[in-house]
């Protein structure tokens, strides 16, 4: 057996009867961060991940043949994450096994059971391999290690909600974060640092305070404070400039803006994007999303919405983002619509509405009294490290709620997941209702709903009613986490913009027929005021679907091309 060091980086450990020198040998590339370990059996794999567990350290990925001599490959699985439920899991299967025991294993996939199977390189430089060794390790790294390196600090004292959503946004944001109590040298330094700017006889700043990447300390009191600081206002834009007027404003930064701005900006559209909270909407929360095209081994929200951030700003597509779009003055006769925030006005030839929808309230007083104290709307990646040992509840039938509960899992104790349906069938895909079924820190407690809650201060436990016969029961919780179902936010759109029964956006032939110009219906995406489309998830008859939005994002361009081009 390898015995680690005392005090080991991150371990990757290596499962092979027969090629451990040589996967110890292809895996010398890791050895700068990572402790790499060999173990030549299930049992001894287990053993050394539980003697690092049992030091205080961590395992970050287990990396085995396809066959072990002392168990079932699937069995073995399931064992090392008992022990190290955030271990990334690799079948590496060598290339006399690779078709054999495909059949067998590939299953094991869909149930959630590992992450991933290769075939063993062949030869040096595989880096098709090796770049799936990376993504395993980036996305434990993002989700479960605490960073290395950080590019924003937050000082404030355990379970200010405040705090706990400026780092929700900086998770989001793909910012490493770390905080920092008020007493520690850091928090001091940030204090003096604050006072130098502030002098007497300032008033002592309110917690929590925040350094950013752009330097010095704020205390803000919203978490729009700490966007515009590091991003900037809408009325940064010269009013007197070429871009007074931009060609295209997307409202919405989920999957359905993100695409509208990177194929605007790329097809030559000056392109502003406007988002309320952080890139990626709602989507941007999900832990993994295994089913969306071209990531086998899935993508968390916040990696696809960086990603494609980042894409669209290589295009020209300037961002704002905390900035909540509060109103909307279509234009008349090809004058530009205008959209108004806090931090100014934006002016725009077209505009494409992508403001996704909100988390439904529970609407339980003593919930909402408590919530950034243990109870969190959506799913708050940035707070699932602090579950460990926890019992946890997840509120909601839908794909966010699955994939908040699998990550939640990876800490706490226990996940419930309830729902007032008799079962997730109905609302959620297949792949995750498997993998929810095959955990064995999951459960899923149906025809219920939350009724009450409270502790000491922050949560600690939770009523539950059985909708069927309305008994009740209180269960310890140490955290609520409320996916509820999907309402538009649509409400600050000007009575112009037509809507259906629920608030959703009308577009295309689906828009009332007295509306029609001149017996013609909008564009398939056009709303009913010209130059104004939706797309996404405030599209009413959208697929409440990342890749659908997405799909939406793209297609509108072209309307607003056709739009602009008859101005």
Same mark, same amino acid.
């Given at each position: 057996?390898?015995?680690?060091?005392?005090?080991?980086?991150?371990?990757?450990?290596?499962?092979?009867?027969?090629?451990?020198?040589?996967?110890?040998?292809?895996?010398?590339?890791?050895?700068?961060?990572?402790?790499?370990?060999?173990?030549?059996?299930?049992?001894?794999?287990?053993?050394?991940?539980?003697?690092?567990?049992?030091?205080?350290?961590?395992?970050?990925?287990?990396?085995?043949?396809?066959?072990?001599?002392?168990?079932?490959?699937?069995?073995?699985?399931?064992?090392?994450?008992?022990?190290?439920?955030?271990?990334?899991?690799?079948?590496?299967?060598?290339?006399?096994?690779?078709?054999?025991?495909?059949?067998?294993?590939?299953?094991?996939?869909?149930?959630?059971?590992?992450?991933?199977?290769?075939?063993?390189?062949?030869?040096?430089?595989?880096?098709?391999?090796?770049?799936?060794?990376?993504?395993?390790?980036?996305?434990?790294?993002?989700?479960?290690?605490?960073?290395?390196?950080?590019?924003?600090?937050?000082?404030?004292?355990?379970?200010?909600?405040?705090?706990?959503?400026?780092?929700?946004?900086?998770?989001?944001?793909?910012?490493?974060?770390?905080?920092?109590?008020?007493?520690?040298?850091?928090?001091?330094?940030?204090?003096?640092?604050?006072?130098?700017?502030?002098?007497?006889?300032?008033?002592?700043?309110?917690?929590?305070?925040?350094?950013?990447?752009?330097?010095?300390?704020?205390?803000?009191?919203?978490?729009?404070?700490?966007?515009?600081?590091?991003?900037?206002?809408?009325?940064?834009?010269?009013?007197?400039?070429?871009?007074?007027?931009?060609?295209?404003?997307?409202?919405?930064?989920?999957?359905?803006?993100?695409?509208?701005?990177?194929?605007?900006?790329?097809?030559?559209?000056?392109?502003?994007?406007?988002?309320?909270?952080?890139?990626?909407?709602?989507?941007?929360?999900?832990?993994?999303?295994?089913?969306?095209?071209?990531?086998?081994? *899935?993508?968390?929200?916040?990696?696809?919405?960086?990603?494609?951030?980042?894409?669209?700003?290589?295009?020209?597509?300037?961002?704002?983002?905390?900035?909540?779009?509060?109103?909307?003055?279509?234009?008349?006769?090809?004058?530009?619509?205008?959209?108004?925030?806090?931090?100014?006005?934006?002016?725009?030839?077209?505009?494409?509405?992508?403001? *996704?929808?909100?988390?439904?309230?529970?609407?339980?007083?003593?919930?909402?009294?408590?919530?950034?104290?243990?109870?969190?709307?959506?799913?708050?990646?940035?707070?699932?490290?602090?579950?460990?040992?926890?019992?946890?509840?997840?509120?909601?039938?839908?794909?966010?709620?699955?994939?908040?509960?699998?990550?939640?899992?990876?800490?706490?104790?226990?996940?419930?997941?309830?729902?007032?349906?008799?079962?997730?069938?109905?609302?959620?895909?297949?792949?995750?209702?498997?993998?929810?079924?095959?955990?064995?820190?999951?459960?899923?407690?149906?025809?219920?709903?939350?009724?009450?809650?409270?502790?000491? *201060?922050?949560?600690?436990?939770?009523?539950?009613?059985?909708?069927?016969?309305?008994?009740?029961?209180?269960?310890?919780?140490?955290?609520?986490?409320?996916?509820?179902?999907?309402?538009?936010?649509?409400?600050?759109?000007?009575?112009?913009?037509?809507?259906?029964?629920?608030?959703?956006?009308?577009?295309?032939?689906?828009?009332?027929?007295?509306?029609?110009?001149?017996?013609?219906?909008?564009?398939?995406?056009?709303?009913?005021?010209? *130059?104004?489309?939706?797309?996404?998830?405030?599209?009413?008859?959208?697929?409440?679907?990342?890749?659908?939005?997405?799909?939406?994002?793209?297609?509108?361009?072209?309307?607003?091309?056709?739009?602009?081009?008859?101005?």
């Amino acid at each position: 057996m390898s015995e680690p060091s005392v005090h080991p980086h991150p371990a990757i450990i290596l499962v092979s009867a027969s090629r451990a020198d040589f996967l110890l040998d292809e895996f010398g590339r890791y050895t700068r961060d990572y402790t790499v370990l060999c173990a030549s059996s299930a049992a001894e794999a287990e053993a050394i991940a539980q003697k690092i567990v049992d030091d205080g350290a961590q395992v970050a990925l287990f990396v085995s043949e396809a066959r072990l001599p002392d168990a079932p490959m699937l069995v073995a699985l399931h064992r090392w994450r008992v022990v190290v439920p955030t271990a990334r899991r690799m079948i590496a299967a060598h290339w006399e096994d690779f078709l054999v025991e495909a059949e067998a294993l590939r299953p094991g996939l869909a149930t959630g059971k590992y992450d991933a199977f290769l075939l063993m390189p062949r030869g040096a430089r595989d880096e098709e391999f090796h770049t799936a060794v990376c993504e395993l390790l980036s996305d434990w790294g993002s989700t479960v290690a605490a960073p290395e390196v950080t590019t924003a600090e937050v000082i404030a004292e355990p379970g200010n909600p405040l705090a706990v959503a400026v780092r929700e946004f900086f998770s989001r944001m793909g910012m490493p974060s770390a905080t920092f109590a008020p007493d520690s040298p850091t928090g001091q330094a940030a204090l003096a640092e604050w006072r130098a700017d502030h002098p007497e006889p300032a008033d002592p700043p309110s917690y929590p305070l925040v350094r950013s990447m752009r330097g010095g300390v704020i205390a803000p009191s919203t978490v729009r404070e700490v966007a515009a600081e590091i991003y900037g206002r809408p009325d940064s834009i010269d009013p007197e400039g070429a871009n007074a007027i931009v060609d295209l404003c997307i409202v919405g930064a989920g999957p359905a803006g993100l695409a509208a701005a990177v194929y605007g900006a790329s097809e030559g559209l000056s392109t502003v994007a406007v988002e309320a909270e952080a890139i990626g909407g709602q989507a941007g929360t999900s832990s993994m999303i295994r089913n969306y095209l071209g990531f086998p081994r *899935g993508v968390s929200g916040m990696r696809l919405a960086q990603r494609a951030r980042s894409q669209a700003i290589r295009f020209g597509t300037r961002f704002f983002t905390g900035w909540e779009v509060s109103g909307l003055t279509p234009g008349v006769d090809g004058a530009p619509h205008v959209l108004h925030t806090d931090g100014g006005d934006l002016h725009a030839r077209s505009v494409v509405l992508a403001t *996704g929808v909100t988390y439904r309230k529970l609407g339980v007083e003593a919930i909402e009294a408590l919530v950034g104290l243990g109870v969190h709307y959506g799913s708050a990646m940035s707070v699932a490290r602090e579950m460990e040992g926890a019992d946890v509840v997840v509120v909601g039938g839908g794909n966010s709620a699955g994939q908040a509960a699998l990550h939640l899992a990876r800490f706490a104790r226990s996940v419930t997941i309830v729902v007032r349906r008799e079962s997730l069938e109905a609302t959620m895909s297949s792949y995750l209702i498997k993998e929810i079924s095959y955990h064995h820190r999951l459960t899923v407690r149906p025809f219920t709903e939350v009724v009450d809650g409270g502790g000491g *201060g922050r949560l600690e436990w939770l009523t539950l009613r059985d909708s069927r016969d309305g008994t009740t029961d209180t269960v310890p919780a140490g955290g609520l986490f409320l996916l509820l179902g999907a309402e538009p936010h649509s409400g600050w759109l000007p009575e112009a913009i037509a809507r259906d029964d629920k608030g959703f956006l009308l577009t295309g032939r689906d828009v009332p027929a007295q509306t029609w110009s001149d017996g013609v219906p909008p564009p398939s995406l056009g709303t009913t005021v010209p *130059g104004i489309f939706a797309v996404g998830d405030i599209r009413s008859g959208s697929m409440k679907r990342v890749a659908a939005a997405s799909g939406e994002g793209s297609s509108v361009v072209p309307l607003v091309h056709a739009y602009l081009g008859g101005l």
